[in-house]
């Protein structure tokens, strides 16, 4: 088996909301919190119309899990926030020792699917509730975004290149959930130094403006990187500013980027001049505020690449998954795990420990995503099982590496009906039948 390196070290237990500390100081009091409870995380709907969700985040979460701790300085600060001495001293032996099954990271998903099932003493599997949430919303966010750009890029390369535009770890996070699913590369060293993912990156205007003229500041570069460089041709003009790339890095040239105006246009004369000047085999890149319709729209340019930045770090519109933790059973008096459910209007939950399965229709593509009550797939269920072992016994038992994911998020995404890959508003890819 190929051991998946952990990459968080610092304790996580205090990323996490003040009221998941005061609901397990009052189940202490009360003698409820060794109760064994089972929560679900699930999706009430998909975020604006879309048609399916991307499972993302899971690696990290799990490395989250294993450092949820509570040392010193987290035990103090918790005294200094007004929780009582029988709690503070639970907490400094907490270790999570219960089971985690989950949709395997790169996986769809549809409303109601039950993404996360945490068993433990409802003391221990609360207290994870904020930190499961924060992981999964903002990875899968960013992953769906991800995913939609790559199917509106139809096989062009998309580049991760958002740093600039989120905090400084979310960024190391998007540039992972982006790559799961399915974007080539990421500009974040951090990202490609953490997870392995290819970086890619050349020049800004900036490094134009810094030289005398266009000519020698494409010379600096491709002195120093090679032909086979990417140069930023719209600082000045863009046609001159093609000739001079080619110039300078002759018919060798690997690629051209365009970063402002009507790229359509800019990206068929330039393609035109390219070839004139004899480039035929140099790459044009775009980049410029670029979502999944702004893709979508260059499909019949003569495009090679896509770099997108703000959109695909902000979930393009979505910024949150909507995903919920909640109690779907938990241990009555005689010993046995109870289905619980929410009633609250518009926010209703399922209750029971659940299993999922996708059937097939006789096309091949998926056909329905079918839930019941219980532990195990059914004997007789033919579908496809979607829930898998990641913790068992508090230990992690489901890392796995990065390029797993992704290309599960390839495979799962390629079996989902064709009209999942529509960007326009629509029902859910698959409806959800319970038994």
């Known amino acids: 088996m190929r051991r998946v390196p952990r990459v968080i070290d610092a304790s996580t237990a205090l990323l996490t909301d003040h009221y ?3 609901m397990l100081q009052a189940a202490l009091r009360s003698g409820t919190a060794h109760r064994r409870a089972v929560f679900e995380v699930f999706a009430r709907r998909l975020p ?4 399916y969700g991307v499972v993302a985040g899971t690696g990290r979460l799990l490395d989250a899990v294993e450092n949820f701790r509570f040392g010193p300085d987290e035990l103090a600060s918790l005294a200094k926030a007004g929780i009582d001495r029988p709690t503070i001293d639970w907490l400094a032996d907490y270790r999570f020792t219960g089971s985690v099954d989950g949709y395997a990271e790169g996986e769809t998903y549809v409303p109601n699917s039950p993404l996360l099932t945490v068993e433990a003493s409802f003391a221990e599997a609360v207290l994870l509730e904020t930190l499961v949430l924060s992981i999964l919303n903002f990875d899968s966010a960013v992953a769906a975004a991800a995913s939609r750009m790559t199917c509106a890029s139809s096989g062009r390369p998309c580049i991760e290149m958002g740093s600039r535009r989120a905090h400084e770890q979310a960024a190391v996070a998007a540039a992972r959930a982006a790559y799961v699913a399915g974007f080539a590369a990421t500009s974040n060293l951090e990202a490609a130094r953490r997870h392995g993912i290819p970086s890619t990156g050349t ?4 490094f134009t403006l810094l030289h005398d003229t266009e000519e020698q500041a494409f010379a600096a570069q491709v002195a120093a990187l090679g032909p086979g460089t990417t140069l930023l041709v719209d600082t000045y003009d863009v046609a001159q500013g093609v000739r001079n790339a080619v110039a300078a890095a002759g018919r060798a040239l690997g690629a051209v980027r365009l970063d402002s105006g009507d790229l359509v246009t800019q990206a068929r004369e330039t393609r035109a001049l390219l070839d004139e000047l004899g480039a035929d085999q140099t790459r044009i890149i775009v980049t410029s ?17 896509y770099g997108v930045g703000t959109s695909l770090v902000t979930g393009s519109g979505a910024p949150t998954a909507g995903l919920v933790y909640k109690l779907v059973a938990r241990e009555d008096s005689s010993g046995e795990l109870r289905p619980v459910e929410k009633r609250s209007l518009n926010k209703t939950s399922r209750g029971g420990r659940k299993w999922a399965a996708r059937r097939y229709g006789d096309d091949g593509h998926t056909s329905e995503e079918v839930v019941g009550i219980g532990y195990d797939v059914p004997a007789g269920e033919t579908g496809r099982p979607l829930l898998v072992p990641l913790v068992r016994g508090g230990e992690v038992v489901g890392r796995e590496p990065l390029a797993d994911a992704r290309d599960r998020h390839a495979r799962s995404l390629a079996e989902l009906p064709v009209e999942a890959h529509a960007l326009s508003r629509g029902e859910p890819a698959l409806p959800t039948t319970f038994e």
């Open 20 to 22: 998941e500390i005061t």
């Open 48 to 51: 604006d119309g879309r048609r």
């Open 203 to 206: 020049s800004a205007h900036a």
């Open 289 to 305: 505020d670029l979502d999944e319709y702004a893709i979508a729209g260059l499909a019949a340019a003569p495009v090679d690449g």
